[in-house]
């Protein structure tokens, strides 16, 4: 069965830190793969997609993720984190023929100013 | 535009009952998808529903049953509710099921008691 697993479920960081949060995904075939974040009392918003090309995709707010498609891995980076980076980041991956999107059970990432 | 529009936001529900809730879509969005989201186990897919047809379905219990209108409004149905039911249910909207690019709606917080 597919599974998304992501390794950090808590992050405690200082504001302009390096963020880099794991994501590894566990399929063989063609993926499609997402970052969400839900920002606290927020609806969960795309961050970032992933379906062909450029493995290193840039999103929204200074975000980038890197497709490892040998390592069946797709990471979430940010060089310099702020203060509004407090969030829960799910990875999500939509994969096989009945394109089911399959979520992490998410990171919550924490900036101390 | 309007967003995903999910009804009502809260709901108290004793076991043994039954419940239903409605997701109205961004307009001119044609699949929607419904998430149950809890503490220990993150965000898990119920179902997903296109053109009224359901495309997918998730790992859970027939009680759990849903439904899509021709105007693309989707209701989820629980019957027989048990305590481990509590819940936030999210509905996500998607104009195009091959994308698979999701917009969330604030959710529905069951309690079951």
């Known amino acids: 069965a597919q599974s998304v697993s992501q390794h950090n479920h808590h992050v405690i960081l200082s504001e302009a830190a390096s963020l880099e949060l794991g994501c590894n995904y566990s399929?063989?075939?063609?993926?499609?793969l997402f970052w969400y974040v839900q920002y606290p009392g927020q609806h969960l918003q795309l961050l970032l997609k992933?379906?062909?090309?450029?493995?290193l995709v840039k999103g929204i707010k200074g975000f980038e993720a890197e497709f490892i498609k040998s390592k069946f891995s797709f990471n979430l980076r940010k060089p310099s984190v702020q203060w509004s980076d407090t969030a829960e980041y799910f990875c999500a991956v939509n994969a096989g023929r009945d394109d089911k999107i399959i979520f992490g059970k998410g990171t919550r990432l924490h900036i101390l100013p | 535009k309007a967003g995903v529009t999910q009804t009502p936001r809260y709901l108290i529900k004793t076991r043994g009952q039954q419940v239903t809730l409605s997701c109205s879509p961004i307009s001119g969005h044609r699949s929607v998808s419904w998430y149950q989201q809890t503490p220990g186990q993150g965000l898990q897919f119920l179902f997903e529903?296109?053109?009224?047809?359901?495309?997918n379905k998730g790992n859970f219990p027939g009680r759990f049953s849903g439904r899509q209108f021709s105007n693309s409004r989707s209701e989820m149905n629980v019957s027989t509710l048990e305590l481990g039911d509590s819940a936030l249910y999210l509905c996500a909207s998607s104009p195009d099921p091959a994308k698979n690019i999701q917009y969330f709606g604030a959710g529905t917080r069951l309690s079951v008691l």
């Open positions: 399929y063989g075939g063609t993926v499609n």
């Open positions: 529903y296109f053109s009224e047809t359901q495309r």
């Open positions: 992933y379906f062909s090309g450029d493995p």
